[in-house]
């Protein structure tokens, strides 16, 4: 059976901010309660019959969260035959085999360790022509509600307040859709791609109307580099510069 490593202390619960926030004493700890409270909700759902429908996101801040979910998989069985994702965004333009595309980066990182069946799995289409774009958001949206909703939606914070490629200014009533990435969004990618003049100027994105639209959400900082963006989610008045404030408003949401 798999054992999680104990932390020297729990997580702390800072009570005087909008959003609940967990405080951890090592960031490792944060992925393994994250993955924790999402196979909770797997075998909860498992034992009703019901599906579990997930929002999730790329970069390094969720790993840790797939790989302990990896392991729960693999040490005790945790069964992902009824689980259905969403990704949050893909890059445009962005073949699906790039090793840039998220596609790429789900199945190595997550779903090729897991029994997923592959038509549960759900990713922006990077590689449509300029033309088809609004259709498909539009079938990511009808799919979203076809299937009753998300459950829970695990999110990432970028540097400049992003949640998913929503930037600063964005609409808090967006929907899934193409968007022009914020150009420290593009410095911060730019390591990935081996230079900034690599990255894509473009991507596809929930909106946050849809983020906000997920029964529960859990948004993930680590990194004392977060520090300053943490304080804007969750302390902050609620503004279209930093979209992640936008959080503040949904009743179910927790900064870990």
């Known amino acids: 059976m798999l054992k999680f490593a104990v932390t020297s202390a729990p997580p702390r619960v800072l009570k005087a901010t909008a959003i609940p926030t967990l405080a951890f004493c090592e960031s490792s700890d944060v992925g393994h309660h994250v993955a924790l409270v999402i ?3 797997i075998r909860e759902n498992n034992s009703a019959g019901m599906p579990t429908v997930l929002g999730l996101p790329t970069g390094s801040t969720p790993t840790g969260v797939y790989r302990s979910l990896i392991q ?5 069985g945790l069964d ?3 689980v259905i994702t969403f990704n949050l965004d893909e890059y445009w333009p962005m073949s699906p085999d790039s090793i840039h595309s998220y596609h790429r980066f789900m199945r190595e990182t997550f779903f090729d360790h897991i029994n997923i069946p592959s ?3 759900h990713i922006p289409q990077g590689d449509l022509p300029a033309h088809a774009i609004a259709k498909s958001c539009e079938d990511y949206e009808r799919e979203i509600e076809r299937v009753g909703g998300i459950d829970l939606m695990l999110l990432g914070l970028g540097r400049n307040g992003h949640i998913g490629f929503n930037e600063p200014g ?3 009533n967006s929907r899934t859709r193409l968007v022009t990435l914020d150009p420290l969004t593009r410095q911060d990618a730019a390591g990935d ?3 900034e003049e690599n990255v894509p100027m473009q991507a596809i994105t929930m909106g946050i109307s849809t983020i906000l639209s997920a029964r529960k959400i859990i948004v ?3 990194g004392e580099h977060k520090a300053r963006t943490v304080r804007q989610t969750v302390e902050d008045e609620v503004t279209r510069h ?5 959080l503040q408003t949904h009743r179910n949401a927790i900064m870990a």
Request: glycine letters at 4%; charged letters at 20%.
């Open 39 to 41: 196979a909770s909700l």
């Open 119 to 121: 038509e549960n799995i």
């Open 170 to 172: 964005c609409d808090r």
């Open 80 to 82: 992902f035959s009824r």
């Open 193 to 195: 791609f081996f230079g």
């Open 72 to 76: 729960l998989h693999q040490n005790e």
């Open 220 to 222: 993930m900082a680590l």
């Open 242 to 246: 930093v979209p992640a404030s936008f």
